[in-house]
């Protein structure tokens, strides 16, 4: 049902040509199809736009329309098809552009991309842990420092060992990993460390234990002997009548720990008689009859 | 279709029809003199765009976008038909804009 054409386009019915062709062309912009391709209604208020500036826009038409002699509904040309219904149908249209989403990949890349047609769903994915194996020496884990580590392709790792690293521990590098897909995060570095043991020192939880050979008389008569500890020798003194077995303890000359305190090193003792025979010392434990050597054996057999 | 019909199906004249042919504004394969319905349709719009007042300088930019759009659309198209192809549990993860998949 065809409308009043001076409201369609919004103008009075004195308005000039020159006012109603700006409002034509105001409207027309807004409204023309070809414009608005997904809007149906569009189609419509065109159509009734252009009828309306059919009839006002032609100064001929326009004051027959004004006297009555000619009625709106005679001005509805017929219409060509739009360039949307051809443009829209895709495979034959010759002017067919891809450029609105050419950097997305082609095509034929973007569906199976967007449905993993090919089982690719995580467009980004976090990249895969590695896992490598670091062997320590037992000082180089109790105090900690640097450490490279070689990878198999070549290339040089750094390793920061926290001291008092524990055999076994797992050591993560963020990022180290393998890198990530789709612009997802690197996987991390998981460097698990084998510490070798140590000759003299041996680790229990956070505490050192070392065995101290002392001289027999040392052990009788007591006195200051450097000690060995992880973190360099110190002095201790050793009591009258130490005997082999003894544990004496050192405190905090054990492995760091993350608090900033120490583990405690346990010394046991063991008597030594010296290398080489000593005739001096024959001839004084010769003279020598200690009444409880007998009981002392007794003793060990029970 | 031949010139003849084409020029009187788009409403315009010869002399529009070969500069537009030559501005690239209708495609290569009219200076064969054989125009094809999409043809017509190209020539109405661009008539259109004079009407309301687009220069020659606008109506290039305006055809470009308005193909990008189109591809566009179709490509949208195809993205809605597969999704509706997709088993339910699929689809609604699909329309969860949050969802990590």
């Known amino acids: 049902m065809p409308t009043d054409p001076y409201q369609t386009l919004g103008v009075s019915k004195d308005a000039s040509q020159e006012a109603i062709q700006k409002a034509y062309r105001r409207l027309a912009k807004k409204f023309h199809p070809d414009l608005n391709p997904g809007n149906k209604q569009a189609e419509d208020k065109f159509k009734d736009i252009s009828a309306a500036y059919d009839l006002l826009g032609d100064p001929q038409k326009r004051p027959r329309f004004d006297r009555g002699e000619i009625d709106a509904s005679g001005a509805e040309r017929p219409r060509q098809r739009y360039y949307r219904d051809f443009a829209d149908a895709g495979t034959s249209n010759p002017y067919a552009s891809d450029d609105g989403f050419a950097d997305f990949g082609n095509a034929e890349d973007l569906f199976s991309e967007v449905f993993g047609r090919r089982g690719r769903t995580n467009l980004r994915m976090r990249g895969q842990d590695v896992h490598y194996n670091l062997e320590l020496d037992f000082l180089d884990a109790i105090n900690g420092g640097k450490q490279q580590l070689t990878l198999p392709d070549g290339s040089v790792l750094d390793v920061a060992i926290p001291p008092g690293t524990r055999d076994g521990q797992v050591l993560r590098l963020r990022g180290k990993g393998r890198p990530g897909i789709g612009g997802g995060p690197p996987g991390d570095a998981l460097i698990e460390i084998h510490v070798r043991p140590h000759r003299i020192f041996t680790r229990k939880g956070d505490d050192i234990h070392v065995e101290l050979p002392v001289s027999l008389r040392e052990a009788v008569l007591g006195g200051k002997v450097r000690v060995p500890t992880p973190s360099g020798e110190v002095t201790m003194s050793v009591p009258k009548w130490a005997n082999t077995g003894a544990v004496l303890r050192l405190k905090a000359r054990g492995v760091p720990r993350p608090d900033g305190s120490r583990g405690d090193e346990y010394v046991t003792l063991k008597v030594m008689l010296p290398e080489t025979p000593d005739p001096e010392l024959e001839r004084f434990i010769a003279q020598w009859r200690p009444a409880a050597a007998e009981r002392e054996r007794e003793t060990t057999k029970a | ?101």
């Open chain 2, 1 to 101: 279709m031949e010139t003849r019909e084409f020029l009187s199906a788009a409403r315009i004249d010869a002399a529009m029809m070969t500069a537009w042919i030559e501005a690239g504004w209708l495609g290569p394969h009219c200076k064969s003199g054989e125009f094809l319905d999409i043809d017509v349709a190209r020539a109405g719009l661009i008539r259109d765009l004079t009407d309301i007042g687009v220069n020659d300088e606008g109506i290039p930019v305006i055809l470009n976008l308005v193909d990008q759009l189109h591809g566009l659309r179709r490509a949208l198209h195809e993205v809605v038909l597969a999704v509706r192809a997709q088993p339910e549990t699929r689809r609604s993860r699909v329309s969860r804009p949050d969802s990590p998949y």
